[in-house]
Each structure stands twice: as C-alpha cells, then as structure tokens.
C-alpha cells in the first residue's frame, strides 16, 4: 500500500514511509518557493498576522480577493468561465458515500459537475470518489485535509498538495492539474508550489454560501442563488460567464443544489457544466489518452461525455506520480522587476516586511469564531450531512475582516 500522512492531519513529510519520490520533488524544488511568510493558523485564526492591504505583496487572496499574482512566471487563477451566460458548476468538499442519491440525480438531467475532492475523503470513500470519475464530472484536488493554505509552511503546504494529487492518482487513475484553495486562501508562495506540482488554481465569480445554511435558513441561500440569477438577467455575464461557489458537503446543499438547477439551466443559456468544459479544455488529466471531455460546442450540442476510462485503482496503487511539466518548478520574478525569486526578492521582502496596519486590533473576535467555525467545517468535510458545515462561515468571517480593514463593502 501507498504511504499517507494520517488522514485530517496537516499534510507533512515527517512520517514513517514517506515516499521516496516525495521527498525527493520537494527537496528539488524547495530553494525556489517564495520567501513569503505563512499567516494565521490552519484554522483561520489571523490574530496577531499584518500584511499590507494596499500593496499586497502576496496577491493574497483573502485579503484583497487578488487573482492574477504579483510573481511573473506563475499562471493567473481560473475565475470565470469564458463563454457568455455560462455557469461554471463546481461542487467543493467530496467525496462521501452517502450523496449518492444527489449524484443519481445529476445522472438524472445528464448534469456534470467540477468536484473538488478532498484528498482524506478520498481515501475514506474510495468508491464514492471513483463514481465522480465514471460519472463524468471533473476531478480536481481540494487539499489533504481542508486547512487555510497560506498558514502552512513550505512543506506542509507541499505535502497538503502532493498528497492530495497522490490520492486521487492512486484510487481514481488520474493526475489531476487543477485545484481550489479552501476558503479561496492562498498567496503566491502558495500558487508557485501548486504550479510546481502542475496545478492551476480555480477561484470563483460568485458564492451561495451554501455551506452556512444551517445557520442562515435555506430561505437565504435561495436568495443568494436568485441574486446570481438577478444579476444574469441584468446582463452581467454578457461577456463572460460565472464559476459559482456550492458543495456536496451535506445534504443542506446537495438539496439546495437539486432545488436550483432547473431554473441555474433555465436562466444560464450559456450553459451550466463543468469549468474545463467552458474553457474547452477536453483533456484536464495527465492521462489523456484515456480521458477526453467534451469541448464547449460539444457540450451545448447535447454531448456529456467523450471518453471515460474506468477509474483504475488496482495496479496503480502506489505509483509514481507523473508531472506534464516534469519537476519544472515555475520560474518566477517579481513583476515589473527582474529580481528573481530568491529569498531576497523584493517581493519577498516587502512581503516580510509589510508596511500595513496590523489586523490584530480589529480581528480577534472574528478570528476566535473563525477558528471554531473552521473546526466544524472540517467534522462537517468529514462526516458531510451532518448539518453544520462551514468553510462558508469562515469565509464570511474573513470578509468581514477584510472589510473592517480595507472598507469592502461586500464579500463575492
Ligand atoms: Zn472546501
């Protein structure tokens, strides 16, 4: 068998069977991360963390919301699905095997999806992770265990990657090359390790906040989605489409989600379908020979699926993973400078050095509930439907950070 780290622990390298080949890649690439500090605990707790507001050295998403980053060499995040009125739909936080009543209904309509896995729940429901794969949704890596990415160190955050990929490789037969931060949190330092590791990372134009219904009411997550579809019909995503924030964490969403997709179908005469299928990107996976989705017109055409090898969990286990990019680590230098990345970058310093006020005056009690709320949202990953589930209230709580900070006026 392959070795893992424990399952919902930080990733780490420091256990007993490492792989080999792990160790190896990060000790490969490690002299190049960015010298940017982590922030914050893996909970979310930001007590105490400055980071300049106005700079944002880090492109520091859950600060500034920032997606195209501030080091040349690393690719934009994903937030929209090119075609006009389209829906990107992606369900964060799987797999589990008890939401295969929503996926028969998904069979139902012909309905595909991104799934953004979480690397422990695939271990702890293989089956239920293979199923997204023959269903024709696509795969994405959503982490090892769902912690607030830009608190973990360079290892760890290598770990929470690689082994999250591994995952998937091992039970699915796929080398994923796209994943989501959770809570949206992730800086440069983050994305140049992800990009190390061949994965893009996809953000969102929109968020139900679906994952707060127990404590908001259904009623307002119904809102939440009207509001998107309000702003559909004003003719906000006339030139591009949206990638809208859901999940199959618990059965809260998944019947939110079944409750809205006639009228997301309806209204989004673009098309709702997976974000590769907008972006026509047919061939997500590293295996592409066994693995073809449909291209845009494809998809408006009627056609759900184009070749789908059956997951193959069996002589894989264990293997090697295989990088498109090689172990090319990203080169990278701050923009609009030829420093390069080095520990002494600009970038890296200004980072460090952060002129920005501090946002511990103004965070600690958002940051104590965050904490707490991060904690369910973790049980809630683990054991799906068990009705509290949270990535969203943290989410929520951060905003309001932000906002008390930088005077945003609202989240996405
Ligand atoms: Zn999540």
Redesign the pocket.
Same mark, same amino acid.
């Given at each position: 068998m392959p070795s893992y780290p424990p399952i919902w622990a930080t990733g780490t390298m420091q256990y007993a069977g490492v792989p080999q080949d792990a160790t190896d890649m990060f000790n490969s690439i490690k002299a190049g991360i960015p010298n940017i500090a982590p922030r914050g605990t893996r909970a979310g707790d930001m007590t105490g963390v400055v980071y300049d507001d106005n700079a944002d050295p880090a492109c520091w998403w859950t600060d500034t919301r920032c997606t195209s980053p501030k080091l040349k060499g690393l690719q934009p995040d994903v937030t929209s699905c090119p075609e006009p009125n389209s829906w990107g739909f992606t369900l $964060? $936080?799987g797999p589990n095997c008890s939401h295969n009543a929503y996926f028969d209904y998904l069979e139902s309509i012909k309905m595909k999806a991104t799934l953004f896995y979480i690397g422990s729940n695939v271990l702890d429901w293989p089956l239920e992770a293979q199923r997204g794969l023959a269903d024709g949704h696509e795969i994405c890596s /959503?982490t090892w265990s /769902?912690p607030y990415m830009t608190s973990m160190t360079d290892e760890q955050a290598f770990a929470e990657l690689y082994f999250s990929k591994k995952a998937i490789k091992d039970i699915l037969g796929i080398t994923v090359r796209c994943w989501r931060p959770?809570y949206g949190d992730v800086d440069d330092r983050i994305r140049w390790i992800a990009q190390a590791l061949d994965m893009q990372t996809v953000i969102w134009t929109d968020d139900t906040f679906d994952y707060d219904w127990v404590t908001l009411g259904k009623d307002a997550i119904r809102k939440n989605y009207q509001a998107i579809f309000d702003k559909q019909t004003a003719g906000k995503y006339d030139s591009a489409g949206a990638i809208v924030l859901t999940h199959e964490i618990d059965g809260g969403t998944m019947e939110l989600s079944q409750e809205m997709l006639p009228q997301m179908m309806k209204q989004f005469t673009g098309g709702v379908m997976p974000v590769g299928v907008c972006m026509n990107n047919t061939q997500p996976y590293v295996e592409t020979s066994a693995y073809t989705y449909p291209n845009y017109d494809q998809w408006m055409a009627g056609t759900r699926s184009i070749s789908v090898a059956s997951p193959t969990a069996t002589g894989k286990v264990g293997e090697t993973l295989v990088f498109l990019t090689g172990s090319a680590a990203p080169t990278t230098s701050a923009a609009g400078s030829s420093v390069s990345t080095s520990p002494s970058s600009s970038a890296a310093q200004a980072t460090s050095m952060s002129s920005g006020m501090s946002r511990s005056a103004t965070s600690s009690a958002s940051a104590n509930a965050s904490a707490s709320s991060a904690a369910a949202a973790q049980a809630a990953?683990q054991k799906s439907h068990s009705g509290v589930s949270s $990535?969203r209230a943290v989410l929520s709580v951060a905003a309001v950070l932000v906002g008390a900070l930088a005077g945003a006026a609202a989240l996405l």
């Open positions: $964060d $936080d /959503h /769902h959770p990953a $990535d």
